[in-house]
């Protein structure tokens, strides 16, 4: 063999990402495809991603059977727009829907839309949070939204999944018909289980959060939430299983973005938007493996049309990774972009977000606007409420703790991190003469972006009227049937 040959043949199997097969899958063969989306779930939360304190035993057997995703990234992180643009492959201000509780624009394609055509079954269990209907004509499995016990007159934020209905529609599913299933858990969205399972003086406190009691209970209770989320996750493989699917469906684990914790929910910083990303895939992707491919959950939608069988839609803002999956490549994208706009009169204070590999550039639109979410404002339920007074109380006794509320509630009109060395994202490196050239092609592709985008917007989200009492919200948090 020549050195030429033999140098080719080297470049392709260092090209092969660890996890996935050499052999080509066959997409548009009638894979079965299941989209399981955590409710608010931090990255760093689960085994597969390192935790060592959390018990989810069910998500670390399937990533053994995975490829986990490295470098995943939320569209929004709220959840009405990030699921919005996991269902879409369009970015928020795109499809419209840039608001939390917000509508998607008329005439926008949903992932029903794409795949109906190719002879699939499209259908949700658990929270929807998107719409409207006409363009989420989604089939709804029937009595997965169930109020917590004890929540039955205002479930409210205490809506909780059935798993038994899902299990029921699997069975009945036709061998020869293939059929797409979104599992949305309601877990680990607040309100957190009161009854918590977790010590909270053995839960881990982030450094960028104040230790108090009040916050390692609240961890606690968190944690016993992702606990829950796992254990339905654990049914429904087991429900594959038993109905003889597993062996011809594609199982994706995913969340729409990061917990409802400061400096997380409804921020630009990695805790929001990096989102835990698994797939699973018999025949071709061999478990195990890992890829630091740099994507965005924009690209699910033409991602699963291409390993359906179709021709993934080229006028959207996702890129199909089914070449990662098949290990034909083992990069993706360069950069990655996410959008924050508002949520009600809670959180006003509208960014966006450029992202690559390494650093991440955020521009705050409206700096001068006293950065507050639901964690310190809401009163009405638990997410925050519980803990935020003893973060107040501290700040007034120390250094620590007086700098973490000064950061919450104040936002430079720039932000630059690397995040191979500050992967905290606590010194920003906007100001430093060393990142001016850097910091200066980030602004310049952030503004080509954001005019591709048709993104004007400069200030916090327009407040539509509230809808009135008996009409049916344009995105209901659940379907009720």
Known sequence: MNRTILAFFICIHLAVPAGAQKTKPQPGKGYNIVLFIADDLGVNDITPYGNKIVHTPNLEKFSKESLLFKKAFAGSPTCGPSRSTIFTGLMPIRHGGHGNHSGVSPGTRSLVQYLQPLGYRVAIAGKLHVGPEEIFPFEHVSKTNVPEPGHEKKPGLNYDLNMGP????????????????????????????EKYTYDPDKVDIPGKHIDTKETRVARARYYTDISKMDNNLGRLLSSLEKNGLAENTIVIFTADQGPQWPFAKWNL???????????????????GGQTSALVSLADLTPTIVEAAGGEAPRDIDGQSFLPVLTGAKDTHSEYVFATH????????????MLRTERYKYILNLAPEILYTTHIDLAKDHDGGREYWDSWRAKSFAGPHAAAVLWRYHNRPEEELYDLETDPQELHNLAADPGYAELIARYRIKMAEWRTQQHDSFTGPEEIKETPQKGKKPVAPYVFLD
């Open 166 to 193: 899902v299990d029921q529609w699997l069975r009945r599913q036709q061998k020869d018909t293939p059929f797409m299933l979104i599992v949305a858990d309601h877990s680990p969205h607040v309100v957190w289980p």
């Open 269 to 287: 910083y990695d805790d929001g938007i990096a989102t835990p990303l698994m797939v699973r895939w018999p025949g071709t992707i061999k478990g």
């Open 341 to 352: 706009t508002g949520d009600k009169m809670m959180n006003r204070a509208p960014a966006r």
